[in-house]
């Protein structure tokens, strides 16, 4: 096995990586629009969800781990005579099976889109109860849209989020190109990143504070497809 046919192997599997996370995404639609639905059928029906995403978290884990203990492994014989490379698949099964034995199952429900799947059920449950018990008059058309826009728009590109992410910290939300892009630039600037939004006092943004906002950015859809009909 040669260095650039491990190197294709990992990019293939960065490419895997990416679909499990739109699965993950899509077993969150899924799952709110259960929660929002409320039939005798929800509980069940989220527990299930909440199975397939903690899955899906495990294979995401592992495949993390794959690839970190592959690039360990040949840098590590990188510099060693070819043959070296003939046990090169034997080192990493080994390597792998140690670093996998020591991880919990616990820690899956840190995992980001795991995070983001928990909140989202929150969330939509949260509407769900509120639209059943209230009864309230419908807000002036005109005041509705400012409201909407106020709450859609990125802080960075004061422009409509795609991907809103949710910093668990100050709650605060930003566009996730955006946000991570500004994380990158003080970083490399040596700096911490404060947090956009003006007078709030988190002053040390990290890429590990954001969560998905799954209600956010299907409510940002929906707003769309209305503005669409229109």
């Known amino acids: 096995m040669s260095l650039s046919a491990v190197h294709?192997?990992?990019?293939?599997?960065?490419?895997?990586?990416?679909?499990?996370?739109?699965?993950?995404?899509?077993v969150t639609d899924v799952a709110m629009d259960l929660a929002e639905a409320q039939d005798e059928e929800m509980n069940s029906g989220i527990k299930e969800m909440e199975a397939m995403i903690l899955d899906c978290a495990r294979l995401d884990r592992e495949i993390n781990c794959f690839i970190d203990v592959v690039q360990q492994v040949t840098?590590?014989?990188?510099s060693q005579?070819?043959?070296?490379?003939?046990?090169?698949?034997?080192?990493?099964?080994?390597?792998?099976t140690e670093t996998t034995a020591r991880l919990s199952d616990a820690d899956l429900h840190r995992h980001q889109k795991v995070l983001a799947f928990n909140d989202s059920?929150?969330?939509?449950?949260?509407?769900?109860?509120?639209?059943?018990?209230?009864?309230?008059?419908?807000?002036?058309?005109?005041?509705a849209v400012t409201q909407s826009q106020v709450n859609f728009t990125c802080p960075l590109t004061q422009v409509e989020m795609e991907n809103p992410m949710k910093n668990?910290?100050?709650?605060?939300?930003?566009?996730e190109a955006a946000i991570l892009g500004l994380i990158r630039t003080r970083n490399?600037?040596?700096?911490?990143?404060r947090c956009p939004v003006v007078g709030c006092g988190n002053t040390d943004v990290?890429?590990?504070?954001?969560?998905?906002?799954?209600?956010?950015?299907?409510?940002?859809?929906?707003?769309?497809?209305?503005?669409?009909?229109?």
């Open 8 to 26: 294709g192997t990992l990019s293939s599997l960065k490419s895997c990586q990416a679909d499990v996370g739109t699965a993950m995404d899509i």
């Open 75 to 78: 840098a590590e014989v990188a």
């Open 81 to 96: 005579q070819p043959e070296a490379m003939i046990g090169l698949s034997a080192k990493v099964s080994e390597k792998f």
């Open 121 to 143: 059920i929150k969330n939509s449950l949260n509407t769900a109860n509120q639209e059943s018990a209230d009864n309230m008059e419908e807000l002036d058309e005109d005041i």
């Open 168 to 175: 668990k910290n100050c709650n605060h939300h930003y566009d």
């Open 188 to 193: 490399n600037q040596k700096k911490k990143c």
């Open 206 to 230: 990290k890429a590990t504070d954001l969560i998905p906002d799954q209600s956010l950015r299907r409510k940002i859809q929906s707003q769309k497809r209305n503005s669409n009909r229109t």
